[in-house]
Structure formats: structure tokens, C-alpha cells
């Protein structure tokens, strides 16, 4: 009687009520924010070489630097450029760089894996150390790619435009700028960042870091290449022009049109 009652008990449904809701996409990474020390990260592979370094980057690195506190925004391969891979990484201050940098760079993973990949990586020197120009501006967290429901990987298209901004006019600049990137408001555009230099000194010196400042750099995510090419490359045409012509800057506009790797979490990510 007694194992009777059980199995019914078993078989009986589950209600809906009873069966905790599956959490929503960014709540899953609502840990995981505020980090006010950020390097923009342009390396050179071997020509040819570079499939190779994505391979062995997504396969080894972006949680390892997770579990030590900082967090591999994205990674991405450049359009036009078949030996560029650009990386954003972030720490949540400054003196949190040195700490994790130390713990990566001499401990196990990247001793096993260091020579294959510095074999292949000419030059890792153009990295540009910034913040974000307001504490809610930093680059956005997305839920890391999902093996299951993503079996493709990362999509989209990411955007980022580099502003060379004339010393003591950083202020004035980034004014204008906010105001221009209005203009970038449109389906199929997310915002992903506004960045300007941090100009501290490099407390990690085994890592170079440019001192050819300021800079500012606008980060986006575009769904698709109709959407950049139809929509938003005529208002960046547009606003790279307009702030050209302030007299607030010392060079032409960088602009990096650039593809997530496969497991990049910054991406073109549908939100509900």
C-alpha cells in the first residue's frame, strides 16, 4: 500500500507554480559589473596565423581571467585586416590590475600555453588603458555564449570608433561626443561602452600600455551587416566628420569594424 501511495505521488505533474522560472539573460551576470579599469587590446598575428590564436584564446583564456576577478568583455577579429584581433578585458579598479595580471601571467595556465601562443603573436603593444566615461558607460556584460542554444557561436557585428583627443580638451570633446552618439539610436544598434584614456602610470610594467593619449572610443553591437551598412555607417560617416572638425582632435577618426569569435560575449544578443 505504502509504495502504492509513493509511485503515485511520483507520477503525479509537477504545476507550473511549483517549478522555479528560468532566470532572464542579464540577471544571470547582474555579479558580474563595475569595472573601472579597462584595456583595449589590439594584437598583430603571424599572417595566416591568426584562426589559430581565436582557436586557442576561446578555448583557454576568458575564464580564467573570470575566476580571478576581471572579465574578458569580448574578442573579435578585424574586417580588412586578416592579422588583427582586437580583446577588451576589464578589472574593477586599478590596483586590482596588478594583482590579476601576476596571478595569470605566472601561474600554470598561461605557463602551459605561453609559447605556442607568443609563437604566433608578434606584437601584443597596442593596448590602450581606459575607463569609462561615466561609471554606467563601461562595457556591457553579456551572458557568455551558449554552447547549446548558440551551437553557432557569437554573431553580429561590433564597432568600435577611436577618437585621438587634443590634451586639456578631453572634457569639451567627450560633451560633444555624448550628444553625437545620440544619433545612434536605432533597431538594430545596441550600445555597448564609452571609453576615454585613464591616465595613470602602467602598475603592471610587464605590459605595456600606449602613453600617446587621450583618447575616447565609442563600442557597439550591430545585428547584422544590412543594419551597419544601410543605417548606421552613414550616421558614423556623419559624426566622425562633425567631431573631426571641432578642433578637438589630433588624427582622423580609427574606426574597427570587427567580428566576434565564436565564445565572445560581446555580440548581437536578442534581449527580451
Known amino acids: 500500500m505504502a509504495t502504492t501511495l509513493l509511485l503515485a505521488a511520483v507520477a503525479l505533474p509537477v504545476s507550473a507554480a511549483s517549478v522555479a522560472p528560468a532566470p532572464a539573460p542579464m540577471d544571470t551576470v547582474a555579479h558580474l559589473n563595475s569595472y573601472q579599469a579597462i584595456e583595449f587590446r589590439r594584437y598583430v598575428t603571424k599572417e595566416g596565423e591568426r584562426a589559430h590564436f581565436v582557436a586557442y584564446f576561446d578555448t583557454y583564456f576568458p575564464e580564467a ?5 576581471a572579465m574578458v568583455f569580448g574578442q ?11 580583446w577588451i578585458r576589464g578589472f574593477h579598479d586599478i590596483s586590482a590590475r596588478p594583482v590579476v595580471n601576476a596571478a595569470f601571467y605566472y601561474g600554470p595556465l598561461w605557463r602551459e600555453h605561453r609559447t605556442k601562443v607568443n609563437a604566433i603573436l608578434p606584437d601584443s603593444d597596442n593596448v590602450m588603458l581606459m575607463r569609462p566615461l561615466r561609471a554606467d558607460q563601461g562595457v556591457t556584460v553579456l551572458p557568455a555564449v551558449d ?24 572634457d569639451a570633446f567627450a560633451a560633444k561626443a555624448e550628444a553625437a552618439f545620440k544619433r545612434y ?4 544598434v545596441h550600445p555597448a561602452g564609452i571609453l576615454v584614456t585613464l591616465d595613470v602610470p602602467n602598475n603592471f610594467p610587464q605590459l605595456p600600455i600606449r602613453a600617446d593619449g587621450p583618447w575616447l572610443v565609442w563600442v557597439g553591437v550591430v545585428r547584422d551587416d544590412a543594419t551597419l551598412s544601410k543605417h548606421l555607417a552613414p550616421r558614423l560617416d556623419e559624426v566622425e566628420k562633425e567631431l573631426g572638425a571641432s578642433g ?3 588624427a582622423p577618426t580609427e574606426r574597427e569594424v570587427m567580428d566576434p569569435t565564436p565564445r565572445s560575449r560581446l555580440r548581437w544578443l536578442e534581449m527580451p
Open 65 to 69: 581571467f573570470e575566476q580571478l576577478g
Open 76 to 86: 573579435f577579429t578585424e574586417r580588412g585586416n586578416p592579422n588583427r584581433f582586437t
Open 147 to 170: 554552447p547549446v542554444l548558440e551551437p553557432k557561436g557569437a554573431g553580429g557585428v561590433v564597432v568600435a570608433q577611436i577618437f585621438s583627443v587634443k590634451k586639456g580638451s578631453e
Open 185 to 188: 539610436a536605432m533597431d538594430g
Open 248 to 250: 578637438l582632435t589630433r
